[in-house]
Each structure stands twice: as C-alpha cells, then as structure tokens.
C-alpha cells in the first residue's frame, strides 16, 4: 500500500493531460467531469435502465465551471467519462497594476502576476474591497487550460 | 346607483381584458374597486340593484360574493323580517331568471349559509320549513327548479358536514358542531327517504332515459351519496381530532355507515337495499351516474352502528346484501371503471363481525367465496393485462389490491380449513401464473420493455409488496401444495438458466436466445419474489422468527419421516461443495431445499462472472436473490427464542446451531458472494445496496457456536479491503463495506477479543492517516486528485465505522478514532475549496453524532464537542465575507449548511438521549446546546434570507431553534445580545415570509420564551423588553387574518403568556386598537369584545387559565372578524 501511494504522491500536473478517465460509477454529485468536451461541475446524477433486466446508465447534469452553462449527457455506468483536473487554490492579493494585472501570493510566498481582475461582479467587488483597504484573498479556478479569479474574500485570517 | 354599476362595470372590464390592453396600474385600481366594492356595509339594496339591472357576468358574481360575504358580517344586526324576505328575494332571483352557473351556485351558497345561521337561533324550525317547500318544489315543480331544489339540498348538506373547515362563515366551532349535530338527527334521515322516493320513480321505468331524467337522478344520486358517507362524529373528542377526522374524511376515504336506531325502520327496510341495486343495474351505462349509484353501495356493505345491533337485524341485512350483491356481480361482466368499488365491497362486507359472516346460510357462504375468488382471478388477469398495455389509469390493478387484501385475515381458514383450500390455491397458481413466461404462465410481454427506467421508480418488491404479503400468506394455508410447485418452478428455471450461460461461453446468443433470456430471468424474479414472502414475514423492529405454518409444516414432515435431519445436513453439506445432487435430497426439509436450489443461482452468477459472461446476468435479478437471500438468513438462522405455539420442528431450530460446520460453510458462501458482488457489480447502484444491506444484516447474525467474525469467507474479506487501491470502490460502497466490518464486531462477546478485532480493523485506518500526514510537501501536494483521493478514502472509512457503531463497541472503537477526528477540522480549511471533501468531512461529524454520542462517556463526549465545533468554526471562517460568480454557488451553500444545521440537530439530540452510565465521577463539562448555540453564532452570518427561502433548509432551521429552545430557554435568554437580536429577527420573519410550517415553529419557539419569561420573571429586562414586541406582532398578525385559523390557538396561548407578563402594555395596545376605530359603534363592539376575552380569566399562566383564554380567544376572533376589517 506505501509503495502505491509514494508513486502516486510524485506525479505533478505539469504537462500532463488535462483529463484522466474515471469509470461512470465512481463520479460524485458536486465533482467534476467533462461534458461536451466542457470541465462541469455535476450538479445532478442518477441512473436508468434500458429494460427491467439491463445494466445500469448514469445520467449526468452539469454546469460549466466557467461558464454557468448547463449540460447533459448519459453513459452506461461501466464506462469510463474524461474528469478535469480541476484546482481551485487561495490566493493573497498584493496589489492591483495601473494595466489591471493581479499580484498575488500563494500560501507558500510563491508569486504570480499573470491574472487579471475578472470580469462582472467579483472584479468590481474586488476593486471595492482593495480600495477600501481590505486584506483579500482571492480564489483562483484552474482547469484545461483556463484560469480566472472565480470568488474573493475579506481575508479574516490575518485579523488574528 | 347607475354609477356606481357603471363604474364596476368599467372595473370589471379591465379585469377581464388581455394582458396586454391593460397597465399593471389600471388593473391595481380595478381589483381597488371590487375590494372596496367587497367591504361595504349593509349592501343588500345596492347588490339586488345590480342583480336586477347588470348584465355583466361578473358583477352579479360578485354582487352576490357581497352578500355573502355582508350575511357573515352582519348576521347579528339584521331584523328577522329583513333575513326571510332577503332569502326569498335570492331563491326567487335564481328560479326566475337565467344567470350563469357560478353565479346561481354563490347564490345557493348564501342561502344555505342563511338557513343554517337561522337554525342555529330557532331550533331548526325554519330549516324543515324550508326542506318542505323544497321537497314540494322538487316533486312539483319543471326541471329547472327540480334541479334548483336538489342543488339547493347539496349545498344544506355541505354547510353542515363542516365543523372545523367553515369558520370563516363567523361561527365559533361550538356552535358549527351543534349545529351539525342538530341536522343530522332531524333532517339526514328526511332527506335520504325524500331521494329513495324519487329513485323509486326512476326504477319505474325503463331506459332509454330523457336527458333531464338523468340529470335530476344523477342529483339525486350525489344527495344519496353524501348522506350515506356522513361523517358522524363524536361530541367528547378534542378539537384537534375532530379536524383531523375532516380532513380525512374530505381527503381520502369516506367513514363507514355508521347509524342510529332512529334509522331502523328506512335503512334496515330489504326493499330499499333490493332498490339502490335496482337503480344501479338501470344507469349502469351512465358513468357519472353510476360512479355514484356504485359509492351508495359501498357505503351500504359497510353499515354498523346501535342500528344492527341485534344480531338477528345484522344477519339479514348482512344476508340481503350478499344475496343482491352476488346476483349483481355472477350476472355481469365487471367494467373497468366499476372494478374498484367492487373490490371495495368485498372487501368491506369483512368488517363485518366474523360470528355474522358464519351464521349465514351455508350454501350463501360458500357460493361468496366461490364468487369472491372468481372474482380475485379475474382482477389478477385483468390487472396484469392493464399492465401490460401500459395504460396510465390502473383500475384493475388497484381493484386487485383491494380485492385480494380481503383475503389477508385470520378466520378465513380457521373451521372451514378443508372445505376451503380451493380458494388459496387458485389465488396463488393464479398470482404465479399470470407472473410466468408461456407455456407454463400467461405473463404478456411489458409493453415498455426497452423503454428507460428510472431508478428511483420503486421496484417490484416495493411496488407489489402489499400483494406479494397477501399471496405469500395465502399460500401458507395450502404449504404442501404451494411449496412444491415453488421448488419446482426454481428448480427447472435455474436449470436452464446454467445451460443458457454454459451455451452462451461455446457461441454467441441469437435474438431469440436472448429474449428467452429476459424471460428467464423475469421468470425466476417474479418466484423468488413469491417464495421470498411465503417463507418469511417481514419484521421490522420485532424479532424475526420463523412463521408459524412454516414451522409446524416442517414439524409435521419430519414427524411422518417424510423428511430427516440426516438428508438436510447432506443437502447444507453439498451446497459448499457444489457437487450434482445431494445424497437423499428427496428427505430434505423443505426449506433447505428451496435455498439450495436458490444458492444455484449464485453459483450461476458466479460462474458467469469467472467465464467473462457477467454483464448478460441481471442485476435485476441479483437484487431480489440479495434480497431473498437477506429475508432467509435473518428468518432462518436467527436463533430463536420465540415459543412456537404446537412445538418447534428441530431441523429448522436446531441444525445450523448443532452443527458449526453446517452454519460456517453458509456464511462462507454468503460473504464471498456479497465480495464477489462489490467487486463485480460496483456498477449497478441498486444491486450494489441490496448487497451491502444482506452484508450488514448477516453479520450481526450470531450463533450459539459459531460467528461470522471467525469465519474464513469475512477474514478474506477483511484482507480484501484493506489491500484495495484508493478510489476503487464507488461513493458509499467503502463506507458500508466497513459499517459491516464493524457491525461484525457487535457480537464478540469477550473484551480481549473484541480489543484485538478492532486493532486489526482500525489500525491499518490510523496508519494511512498518519502516512497521509507526514508527507513532507502535503501543503504543496493538497490541490492534486490522487492526494485528495487518499484523504477521502480515510474520511470515508472513518463514517463507515461510525455508522456501525453500537451500545456495546461505542466506547471501545471511539478510543481508536477519536485522535484521527482530532486531525480531520483542520482540513475543512485546507480543502474549502473542494466541495466534495467539505461535505463528507460534515457528514462524517453529523453520523458521529447521530450515532455514537449518545453511548459517550463525558470526556469522550466533549472531545467530539471540540472536534465538532473546530469543523463548524472553520467552515464558517472559509465562507465568511466571501463573493463568487459560480452559478452554483447558492446551491453549494444550501447543502453545505444544510449539513451543518444537521450537525447540530444531531448533536442535541444527546441532551435528550444519554445511554451513557452515569455511574463514574466525570462531571457533564458542556452541554450540547452549548454547543449548537455557540455554533450557530459562527453560522448565523452565512444564513441569508435568500438561502432561508429554500423550504428544506427553512424548515431545518427552525426545527433546530425549537429544539434548543424546548430544552434550555435560559440559555436562549443568556445568549450574547447580537446573536440573541439576529434570533429574534429570524422568528419575526419566520412568522410572515415562509408559510404555515415556519410559522408553527416560530410560535411553538415564542410560547417556550414567553412562559419562560413568566415563571423567572423576567419582564422587566433587556431580554423581556425585547419579547414584549411580540405581544402587539401576534396581536395584529392574528386580527389581519395572516396566520390561518388552524394556528390561532397556538398564537392566542402565546398571546395570554405575554398578556401576563406585559399587562400594561396590553392595555395600552388594547386602547389604541379601539381608539383607531372612526366608526363609534365599531369601537364600542370591539371595547365589548375585548371585555369579555378577558372576563374571567386569571393571570397566572396555569393550564385551567390558558385553556379558558384560548377559548375566549376563539370567539373573541370569530366575533371580531365579523366586523373589524383589519388591513
């Protein structure tokens, strides 16, 4: 068993495939699975069969991790679905640039400043917040590809 | 007056134009004129103004909507004069001229309210006189007023039949009862001999009938109807009652006839029975019409009551009715549409007694069974073929339910048991027949074979369990017979099943092949469906013991030597073995025959999935064996310590306990099937839980030599799922797969051992915790599937044992888990991004608490308190101040603090239940409300009023505050004053945004706080202060209509507990009530009404008190209502 999992422990994301498969069965409502070829967080799930004594199909709803969009697909619980790798990790807010580039920090004091303040709602509250002087953290969402600051938050941590 | 018409006309015209013509505005101010229109006082002039000259349909609906609703208004102002000319103005209005059927029914509806309101104040006098002129309208009169007259009985009989449902005709509910109670005994039984009259004119003649004929009969019909399905209640019962008694009555099935012995002369009278069966043999033809001529005649079978209180007066009625009854049903052909109230009367001729049903003749008897079972069949057929042609309406199948359940009772077999056989044995071969593929049965293909099926429709057992329970009881009258054929049927299906799978591994199937497949599988489905409930009787929360005919059946085999202890040890023996038949298998009990024959099936499954051929089994048909294998084991090898009345036979008491090896090779066979299915079909939800339920079921199984714990089948298990890889298992197989590990653990009666069990068990879990801890780069690592994969592998493991936690093992295993929970709040930050892990964390606290608290010593309990509270704590800290654009945010919240809320329902429930021995010395340090209150103030913030108006989470919600409230409310009172405000602003809106669920919590959490205030008073501090606002709320909100009636009660107790903390207050609320009043006489009658709520009634909060102002109260409101029209 630690043999198993010392292997597992190595394996980093960097440049490998957005998706790994998984079979039907195990997917969970509120995890991640790719439908038409989008990254969806599953938001329904529940399975069928074609005739009283067929096999088992599972029917999936999903929406969109960065669009809101909603889909739909279904497959035999024995088959396998693409599941996104899909990572969601806080971020501090450090400052703002006059071309509107985030500078943040990761837990552990990693830098980036390749993020620019989202679009919508979250961008203008997180402007209002950094304005006012407010310690923010900032949820980054990273999937096939895409990256964008999806939640913020009035860093509470650094009050202690 | 032309005016005002005009302008309701103008009004009404915007009301009824398409959207689009009119503003949102003009239409405001057009429902502004007709509730104006509604509030004016006296407008009797004024309405019958406009009856007489508008031509508008809605107008004069609404004119006579005033009347009403100015009648319950103003009843008591009126002269009597005004009252009569009033009601014959209205009755003359509608016979004279053509109004539109809605507005001629409000009319009736008025005056039948004013002839019941009259009767209330003269005895009724007025109301016979009006029957007559009625009777003589209806015998007299052209159709349209025969049929007025009829409309007009109905609508009598409805204003009577409610007591509790008309309140708002401004009657308290005293009165609505005497008043009910006053009309039954003069004027149902009048007018039930006034519809047999007309009835016997119908006889008289012949179809084809006129169309008028047949409107007023079907009238008549209705009248008859609703007189013979009254609901006679009782003048002790409680409120409370009597409006559940309505609401099922109204809701679901009518009460049975149940009369007074003033009815004798009409009711026991053979002619009018020979009748109600004549009238419907002639408008059999008309549905409608015979819908209801059908409901009178079950109301008849069910007649009971003083009336047949004589024995000699019961068995003629009783013998009448059957003797018309089987005349009827042995001369027709039975029509969908009649099935069900055929049924019906079958089944409710049962209710009578069962000395009444022998004391008819004998020939009468057997020639109803003979027709009864006929009649079964013959729904049996009917109801599969409905099935099979899909239609949606499901008479047949519903009229076989009803009928076959008539034969689900004791006397049935007990002194005609020979004479009476045939019926059981047709009804089962029936039953079996109609569920068997051709030749042997008759089943017809499913019309919808290759449509989807949804899971969550139940199943088979589910959805046929009713009948499955009666034809599994009906067969065990006739064991001899059914059981053989069962065996048989088994036997020759599996059978072929082998040879199909050991065809299917030489070539591929054809189509054809295939679909006898399905057949067998369907086949061998529907008998082990049948089997499954002849041998055992489900037992919930009883000890399940074998079923007596069961037992006394073998007994008897064994005592004739037709079967041996010998041949059934052989027949376990070979079962392990899977060999060809076993030695002298003809003398095995019959039990242990069938499950040998079914243990076969396994195998074949089995062999299947070893031979690649796993996904053409069914796993259909793997649920119902897990099933049947599940209800034999807990049957069968349960010892027991029943006392079998006619002795216990020994091979099925005493084989498997004699004899360990016997009882081991079965769990062996038993748990490497259930391994075998969690590996294979992981796939199949269903499937999947019908083994984990036969999982956690038989290994609590404990012999007197043997237990699951040691045998080798649950060791190899055990191996299995410690060495499985992590993620291999679906969501929730892991977890019961170690609530049945742990579960096993329960019946190791010695310490060490029961020590020892669970180190082999646990320590492997602790291991993987610690490996996942001390990882070096974990905070680096975290984000990654295959790391989240492990720590979900271990939170899930944790749930499973504590969901398989009992009394016995609580303490025991909580010193093996409690430093892993220590571990786990910290990752509720870590992971907070990770919805998935967030949830199973809180899952795991609430099975903790929901399972295992209750059996915890004080220290281990506030172990879990701090472990608990760190995870609500770090939860509501990774949420606080926090704004997103996910489009399923909301959602996630919702589940996540539903969860929460579930955390601290279950946590409370240990302030209620303690299992703990408190023998030791440890002192309780904390209590659970402690807990959940301290929570709640870290959650409080996350709760919007968005989130609130989520239904289940509202409900949650307030539950939750009623619970702490019923257990501590000084603790509600303690609590610091932001949190205390943010509560108390929650109720406030409980009671106005959520609906009549919120808004009984919400009271039954104000009347804890109320009475609590009184008894510490606590009047005159800040929390007092901060209570006294409910006084006028409750006030207002009970006056302006915006709690419903069924809550005023519990509002006016509320109400009388503060009026007697806050009595100062109240007469300033009072004055200003009065005061606001422009109208004097208004004033004057509500200064009266509030004098006399208060007459009599002490201050000092006593029960006698609270019952006597919850009483005034209620008349208090009806009388208010009459003429206070509060906004």
């Keep these: ?160 | 007056m032309i005016g005002l018409i005009s302008e309701l006309e103008a009004a009404a015209g915007i009301i009824m134009a398409p959207t689009n013509v009119v503003s949102s505005e003009q239409r405001h101010a057009a429902e502004n004129v007709f509730l104006n229109f509604r509030k004016s006082k006296s407008p009797y002039s004024v309405c019958r103004e406009i009856l007489e000259k508008s031509q508008n349909e809605y107008i004069l609906f609404e004119a006579a909507e005033v009347i009403r609703g100015a009648i319950i208004r103003e009843w008591s102002f009126l002269m009597e004069d005004d009252r009569d000319s009033l009601r014959q103005y209205l009755f003359q209005y509608i016979t004279n001229k053509a109004v539109p059927q809605f507005v001629q029914n409000r009319i009736l509806q008025t005056i039948a309210i004013m002839v019941k309101r009259a009767s209330i104040n003269d005895g009724g006098r007025n109301r016979t006189v009006v029957l007559q002129d009625v009777e003589n309208l209806v015998i007299n009169g052209d159709h349209k007023k025969k049929m007025l007259g009829c409309f007009l009985i109905k609508n009598l009989l409805q204003e009577y039949s409610n007591t509790l449902q008309s309140t708002d005709v401004g009657l308290p509910f005293e009165v609505h009862f005497k008043a009910k109670k006053d009309f039954e005994s003069f004027d149902l039984k009048r007018i039930f001999q006034f519809c047999v009259y007309l009835l016997s004119e119908v006889v008289n003649t012949d179809p084809p009938y006129q169309e008028s004929m047949l409107q007023l009969t079907n009238q008549v019909l209705i009248i008859s109807e609703t007189v013979l399905q009254w609901a006679y209640i009782a003048p002790m019962l409680p409120r409370r009652i009597i409006n559940l008694y309505e609401r099922v009555y109204q809701s679901e099935e009518p009460p049975h006839l149940k009369l007074d012995k003033h009815w004798a002369d009409v009711i026991l009278n053979p002619e009018i029975m020979t009748l109600m069966f004549r009238v419907f043999w002639k408008i059999r033809d008309q549905e409608e019409l015979a819908h209801h001529a059908l409901a009178c005649l079950v109301q008849l079978s069910t007649l009971n009551g003083p009336v047949v209180s004589e024995e000699a007066e019961s068995i003629k009625y009783l013998q009448n009715f059957v003797v018309n009854f089987l005349n009827l049903v042995s001369n027709v052909t039975i029509r969908k549409r009649e099935s069900v109230a055929i049924a019906n009367i079958v089944n409710k001729l049962n209710y009578f007694s069962d000395n009444d049903l022998r004391k008819l003749p004998k020939e009468l008897t057997e020639s109803m069974y003979d027709e009864f079972s006929r009649l079964t069949c013959s729904f049996c057929d009917l109801a599969v073929n409905e099935e099979a042609q899909g239609e949606e309406d499901k008479f047949f199948g519903d009229a076989f339910t009803i009928i076959l359940s008539s034969w689900d009772r004791e006397n049935l077999m007990t002194d005609r048991q020979e004479k009476m056989r045939y019926c059981p044995i047709a009804i089962f071969n029936k039953y079996l027949q109609v569920h068997l593929a051709p030749p042997d049965g008759t089943r017809q293909p499913c019309a919808d074979d290759a449509d989807e099926i949804e899971d969550n429709e139940d199943n088979d057992r589910i959805k046929y369990k009713d009948n499955l329970q009666v034809v599994g009881q009906l067969a065990r009258y006739v064991l001899d017979h059914s059981l053989s054929v069962l065996l048989n049927v088994l036997d020759t299906r599996i059978n072929k099943l082998v040879n199909h799978v050991q065809t299917m591994q030489n070539r591929a199937m054809n189509i054809s092949e295939a679909a006898s497949l399905d057949n067998l599988f369907e086949d061998i489905h529907w008998a082990l469906l049948i089997t499954g409930n002849v041998l055992c009787i489900e037992s919930q929360g009883e000890c399940a013991s074998v079923p007596s005919e069961i037992m006394s059946y073998s007994l008897r085999q064994w005592e004739l030597g037709h079967t041996t202890i010998e041949a059934t040890m052989n027949t376990l023996a070979a079962m392990g073995a899977k060999s060809g038949e076993p030695h002298d298998f003809d003398k095995c009990d019959m039990v242990f025959k069938i499950l040998y024959v079914v243990l076969k099936l396994s195998f074949v499954e089995e062999y299947a999935i070893a031979n690649k051929l796993g996904h053409f089994m069914s796993p259909e048909l793997g649920s119902t064996l897990m099933w049947f294998l599940r209800s034999w084991c807990v049957e069968y090898l349960l010892p027991c310590n029943v006392k079998y009345l006619g002795g216990a036979s020994p091979i099925l008491l005493d084989i498997l306990e004699e004899d360990p090896k016997c009882a081991m090779l079965l769990f062996n066979m038993l748990i490497s099937k259930v391994q075998s299915n969690m590996y294979f079909y992981q796939s199949e939800p269903i499937l999947m839980r019908d083994t984990v339920d036969l999982f956690c079921d038989i290994v609590c199984i404990k012999q007197k030599n043997t237990c699951v714990v040691k045998t080798e089948g649950m060791r190899r298990l055990i191996q299995w799922q410690q060495a499985l890889g992590v993620g291999v298992l679906p969501p929730g197989i892991l977890k019961n797969v170690m609530k049945g590990i742990i579960l096993a653990g329960s019946t190791i009666k010695d310490p060490n051992e029961l020590n020892a069990y669970y180190d082999l068990i646990l320590r492997p879990v602790q291991n993987r915790l610690k490996t996942f801890l001390s990882q070096e780069n974990l905070t680096r690592v975290y984000h990654n599937e295959d790391v989240q994969k492990v720590f979900i592998d271990i939170v899930e493991l944790l749930s499973g044992v504590v969901i398989g936690v009992q009394s016995n093992t609580a303490s025991n295993i909580f010193q093996f888990i409690a430093p892993m929970l220590g571990e786990i709040p910290v990752f509720m930050t870590v992971y907070s991004n990770y919805q998935i892990i967030v949830q199973l964390i809180l899952e795991l606290f609430c099975d903790c608490a929901k399972n295992i608290l209750c059996f915890l010593s004080p220290n281990h309990t506030k172990t879990l308190y701090d472990c608990s509270l760190a995870i609500v704590q770090n939860y509501s800290k990774c949420n606080a101040n926090r704004f997103t654009s996910e489009a399923f945010a909301e959602e996630s919240n919702l589940q996540d603090l539903a969860l929460v809320l579930d955390l601290f329902t279950h946590t409370l429930s240990k302030d209620c239940i303690d299992m703990y021995n408190i023998n030791t010395n440890e002192e309780t340090l904390i209590t659970a409300s402690d807990v959940a209150l301290f929570g709640l103030n870290f959650v409080m913030p996350l709760m919007t009023i968005d989130l609130l108006k989520y239904p289940c989470l509202c409900a949650q919600y307030y539950r939750l505050l009623v619970l702490i409230n019923d257990i501590y409310p000084e603790k509600i009172v303690g609590l610091p004053q932001n949190l205390r405000n943010t509560m108390l602003q929650s109720i406030e809106i409980g009671l106005t945004s959520f609906g009549q669920d919120a808004v009984h919590n919400c009271l039954e959490f104000l009347e804890g706080l109320a009475l609590h205030v009184f008894k510490q008073k606590l009047a005159q501090t800040e929390f007092g202060q901060a209570i006294k606002y409910y006084l006028k709320l409750l006030m207002d909100l009970t006056l302006s209509h915006q709690i419903c009636s069924d809550l005023i009660s519990s509002a006016s107790v509320i109400i009388y507990e503060l009026i007697c903390s806050f009595q100062d207050e109240y007469q300033m609320l009072v004055n200003s009530l009065i005061q606001m009043q422009t109208d004097p006489l208004v004033a004057e009658r509500l200064a009266a009404a509030f004098n006399s709520l208060m007459l009599n009634v002490n201050l000092t909060c006593e029960r006698q008190q609270k019952t006597k102002f919850k009483d005034n109260f209620d008349k208090f409101i009806a009388n208010v209502h009459g003429f206070l029209i509060v906004k």
């Design chain 1, 1 to 160: 068993m630690a043999d198993l999992e010392d292997t597992q422990f190595h394996t980093g994301d960097s440049g490998a495939s957005a998706t790994y498969p998984m079979q039907c069965s195990a997917l969970r409502k509120n995890g991640f699975v790719m439908l038409k070829a989008r990254p969806c967080k599953i938001v329904e799930m529940s399975t069928s069969k074609t005739g009283k004594h067929g096999h088992a199909k599972v029917h999936f709803v999903g929406i969109d991790i960065f669009s809101g969009k909603k889909y739909e697909d279904i497959c035999p619980s024995t088959h396998n679905m693409d599941v996104p790798h899909v990572k969601r990790e806080d971020f501090q807010l450090t400052d703002i640039s006059d071309d509107n580039y985030l500078s943040l920090m990761s837990d552990n004091g990693d830098l980036r400043e390749d993020l620019k303040v989202p679009e919508g709602e979250v961008g203008l509250q997180l402007r209002t917040e950094y304005d006012a002087g407010k310690d923010i953290l900032c949820t980054v969402l990273k999937s096939c590809g895409e990256e964008v600051v999806i939640a913020v938050k009035t860093n509470t941590a650094l009050d202690k």
